[in-house]
């Protein structure tokens, strides 16, 4: 009897631990996979961006030999979870570009959008046309075009072309006088719209030494360029010939 029920107090502490080890083992299974699915759904996005709507105006970030990164509303950027200013080369800018599958193309600027594809908060990259500007921003970032407008840096100062005035003509406004010219050496024929009052005795097969001040607008090495986007400022008889003649580089 005694034998009987020491055999039957083994089968039930056995039983006892069995259950004991099943029931931990389960737990410890269900622990693990339930880190492993936390761990799955954590996305690791190649940029990572601090975005700050106090920042209304370009900051200047990294100023590259090819381009100028600036960034607007965003504190700062990250890739691969390092400072983009560390890892930054000359080929990231465009490689960058390839990888994201949104454009908006306008007159002076195109701008590329990332819908939370890449970044973690999603941004806006704007590559200015006529600049080696670049702008990073929010997704929804709207973008100034001022910011791409190039300004010439002679601004204010003053330059010399000499031309030979080839024929002159009356305007049907008074105020003006249309002059054909050309530049020594120069197959280029034009005929321009200047203020009699800068001129008024002018004569044809002469040449006369024009001053012009450079505004914002940038200028081409041609008489058109020349005219449009500068101010005249005056015309000045010369009897400089050739190689003598004042021409200063635009």
């Known amino acids: 009897m005694k034998k009987e029920k020491m055999i039957t107090i083994t089968y039930v502490v056995s039983g006892i631990f069995l259950l004991t080890i099943s029931f931990l083992g389960g737990m410890l299974v269900e622990k693990n996979l339930s880190q492993d699915t936390n761990v799955n759904d954590k996305v690791t996005y190649e940029i990572e961006t601090i975005e700050d709507s106090k920042i209304n105006n370009p900051v200047l970030y990294i100023e590259g030999e090819s381009e100028n990164i600036y960034l607007i509303g965003l504190s700062n950027i990250y890739s691969n979870q390092k400072d983009l200013s560390e890892v930054y080369n000359g080929n990231y800018i465009s490689n960058l570009i390839e990888k994201i599958n949104y454009s908006e193309n306008n007159q002076d600027y195109i701008i590329y959008r990332d819908f939370k594809t890449l970044s973690n ?119 400089k010939e050739g190689m003598d003649q004042i021409q200063d580089g635009v």
């Not at 990073?136 to 791409?148: E, R, T």
């Not at 072309?161 to 305007?171: E, F, G, Q, R």
């Open 121 to 239: 908060n999603g941004l806006s990259l704007v590559k200015c046309n006529n600049s080696n500007n670049i702008y990073i921003g929010p997704m929804n970032l709207v973008f100034n075009s001022d910011f791409c407008i190039s300004e010439n840096p002679k601004n204010g100062t003053t330059f010399i072309k000499t031309y030979k005035v080839l024929n002159v003509a009356d305007s049907n406004d008074y105020d003006y006088l249309y002059l054909t010219l050309r530049q020594y050496q120069c197959e280029e024929v034009v005929t321009v719209r200047v203020k009699r009052k800068l001129c008024p005795d002018i004569k044809a097969n002469s040449n006369y030494e024009f001053t012009f001040e450079y505004t914002s607008n940038m200028v081409e090495e041609n008489i058109n360029s020349v005219f449009s986007n500068t101010n005249l400022l005056k015309i000045t008889l010369t009897d």
